[in-house]
């Protein structure tokens, strides 16, 4: 069938902070010119929010900027930040690093602690009182291309296509967006972004992009033990000093406690488990406590961008521009990204908005104002002052790099603007060492009250996917899962995978072999970055499928 097309002034990819806020902040300037712009939202998640997962403690600076009247319309920011604790965890003990010898870049007083998922639906609901018109359950499977290579918008994946690659009796073709300008707004390692930077060569002459998995929980807790605002942090146990990562717990309201848990991707040991030592980390005495006689509600997993200011790559091609962190402006040692993609996707808003309203521009043109008022804004300061954090973790491991972190954040506070910035070297699926070389890890058995296995937790994260579609992770070359992973690896996507989706099977007459449980899968995306060979490509299912997540 051919595809029918619609076609708007602008077409955002993805209905998280930076998509909904690009679209809020076009629909705005409309409104104060007395100007016409018309904006889609596509968003692949079966719901606004069925896909975002975040801590989070939300700075409000830009939603300050977007609605200074949010309090009065209801913006679900209800939980501020009251206390912050940051422990150094050994196997059976902790330390509180002292609050006064803490860089004040890290201070979250004045932040809010946030249902990123709610807060996302509230924005959508802003959007659409604007007039944007919102999609969700549409997953943006292609770039369009016009004959002169620019951007002409996307198309959705097809519906009804069966395993074997055939239609089904319920086959429905994809729709084509075009636009005039298109915001990549996926978030963490997007498959269309991927394809962009490639295309566009718009990684050249920046350092590798680096990544975390982060994992999280949501839990309702005994209310002698909740502490609505509270924030802590933690480093050290159960990750070993050469392997970067640490831990939140923040206290939201109606006695809900998020739980999360993040390791550096550059981890080398392929025999470790991320998920088990997340697991691991709430048995730790300090930790458990908070969770016995809980309720554990929800689970979830995503990839995070950790690579800073130095792994930003060019944000603008012919057609359109990556905003948020399809870009990659988390700022990793306040653990906190929401703010600046909110603020990226204003931006590149103003700068289409520009564009459209200009008689003599056409479309499909570089929005070079983008990357301009980037660089003049408050989030690049934002980054550059913690630009050598992360490279220091990865030179220096836990306790070297957070020692210089914290010296070079003192530095920043202080006026005193250090004339260096650090690299970061190897790519992360670049870091991992035979399996042969490593110690094994022998985790404990959860115990199903505070730690869980693997399926449990997906459960609890409402994914489904259509069983009867293409499998959406793809292998470049069959053979490599066995050849080099397993025999050299000891097939890390075993256990770096949160979700129980890549298992080797040892019985049978191909055996052994990789079977792929792409039913099982949350979308984190952490086998498309943490794949030694980069043999594995995570593209888009069906829309609507993968986790819901409720509250997170």
Not at 422 to 438: F, I, N, S, T, V
């Amino acid at each position: 069938m051919e595809r029918e097309f619609m076609e708007y002034d602008v077409v955002i990819v993805g209905a998280g902070p930076a998509g909904l806020s690009c679209a809020i902040r076009l629909k705005q300037l409309a409104e104060k010119n007395g100007k016409e712009i018309s904006v889609c939202v596509l968003e692949k998640g079966s719901e606004v929010g069925a896909h975002i997962l975040s801590g989070a403690v939300m700075d409000p600076i830009a939603m300050n900027e977007l609605f200074p009247d949010w309090k009065e319309r209801g913006a679900p920011l209800n939980t501020p930040v009251t206390e912050d604790h940051f422990l150094f965890l050994t196997e059976d003990g902790a330390k509180r690093f002292p609050e006064r010898l803490m860089p004040p870049l890290l201070n979250n007083h004045g932040n809010y602690i946030v249902s990123l998922g709610n807060v996302c639906r509230w924005l959508a609901e802003q959007a659409e009182g604007l007039g944007v018109e919102i999609y969700p359950g549409f997953a943006a499977a292609e770039v369009l291309y016009h004959e002169d290579g620019s951007v002409k918008g996307v198309a959705t994946g097809d519906m009804g296509i069966g395993r074997d690659g055939q239609p089904k009796a319920e086959y429905a073709p994809g729709m084509e967006l075009h636009a005039k300008y298109t915001m990549i707004a996926e978030g963490v390692r997007g498959s269309l972004a991927k394809e962009i930077q490639a295309r566009f060569n718009l990684r050249d002459g920046v350092e590798p992009q680096k990544f975390g998995i982060g994992f999280k929980e949501l839990w309702e807790i005994d209310p002698a033990k909740h502490q609505a605002g509270l924030v802590m942090h933690s480093q050290g146990w159960p990750l070993d000093k050469d392997t970067g990562g640490g831990s939140f717990l923040y206290h939201l309201e109606n006695n809900q406690v998020a739980v999360g848990f993040v390791v550096h991707l550059n981890y080398q040991n392929p025999h470790l488990s991320p998920y088990d030592e997340f697991q691991r980390f709430k048995t730790h005495p300090s930790i458990r406590h908070f969770f016995e006689g809980g309720k554990r509600i929800s689970y979830g997993a995503r990839a995070i961008n950790e690579g800073g200011l130095q792994s930003i790559p060019k944000l603008t091609f012919p057609g359109g521009t990556l905003i948020g962190c399809s870009a990659g402006f988390v700022n990793v040692p306040r653990i906190k990204g929401s703010h600046n993609a909110m603020k990226t996707g204003m931006l590149a808003a103003e700068a289409a908005f520009d564009a459209v309203v200009n008689q003599s521009r056409t479309g499909h043109d570089e929005l070079t104002n983008y990357p301009e008022a980037f660089r003049n804004s408050w989030v690049y300061e934002d980054l550059y002052k913690v630009r050598n954090v992360k490279p220091a973790l990865s030179r220096w491991g836990m306790i070297g790099g957070t020692l210089y972190g914290g010296f070079d954040m003192w530095m920043h506070c202080l006026g005193v603007n250090l004339p260096w910035t650090l690299r970061h070297g190897k790519a992360d699926h670049e870091c991992l060492k035979p399996a042969a070389d490593m110690p094994k890890i022998d985790y404990p058995k959860p115990d199903g009250k505070v730690s869980f296995d693997k399926l449990s937790s997906v459960f609890i994260s409402n994914t489904n996917h259509e069983e009867d579609q293409p499998i959406h992770l793809r292998l470049r070359d069959t053979s490599v899962a066995i050849s080099l992973n397993l025999a050299k690896y000891d097939a890390p996507e075993q256990r770096y995978c949160p979700a129980g989706v890549y298992e080797i099977v040892r019985e049978g007459a191909d055996a052994p072999r990789l079977q792929i449980n792409a039913q099982n899968c949350v979308h984190c995306k952490t086998c498309d970055i943490k794949d030694p060979s980069q043999n594995i490509n995570w593209t888009v299912p069906e829309g609507g499928g993968g986790p819901n997540y409720p509250n997170m």
